[in-house]
Nanobody, 124 residues
């Protein structure tokens, strides 16, 4: 049963900004590390970044560092993780997936929980 739900995808011009959200039930995910991955057409899925359960550790892929920001809100009922994307490039076009795990979400280990993804299309 999918418990991570992404939203906020859409069409944006190059240089623009977009904010993606991922919601998850707090009863399960409050203490989970949360991350973002993306998969561009014809390419393998790649790690975008992650945030620890308390927000104290955040890491990004080099390709998005300085342009993307991850944050989270651990509300009583719902955990929401945000991916704010600035200065979008054509190569940022992809399906963006939210992921979660009890351990740190990294590029090296496939997280246990996944959302269904939201499409971001960057146009020229």
């Amino acid at each position: 049963q999918v418990q991570l739900v992404e939203s906020g995808g859409g069409l944006v011009q190059a240089g623009g900004s977009l904010v993606l959200s991922c919601t998850a039930p707090a009863r399960t995910f409050r203490m989970y590390d949360m991350g973002w991955f993306r998969q561009a057409p014809g390419k393998e899925r790649e790690f975008v970044g992650h945030i620890s359960w308390g927000g104290g550790k955040i890491d990004y892929a080099d390709s998005v560092k300085g342009r993307f920001t991850i944050s989270r809100d651990n509300a009583e009922d719902t955990v929401t993780v945000y991916l704010k994307m600035n200065n979008l490039l054509l190569e940022d076009t992809a399906v963006y997936y939210c992921a979660a795990d009890r351990v740190e979400v990294t590029a090296a280990v496939e997280p246990y929980f996944w959302g269904k993804g939201t499409l971001v299309t960057v146009s020229s």
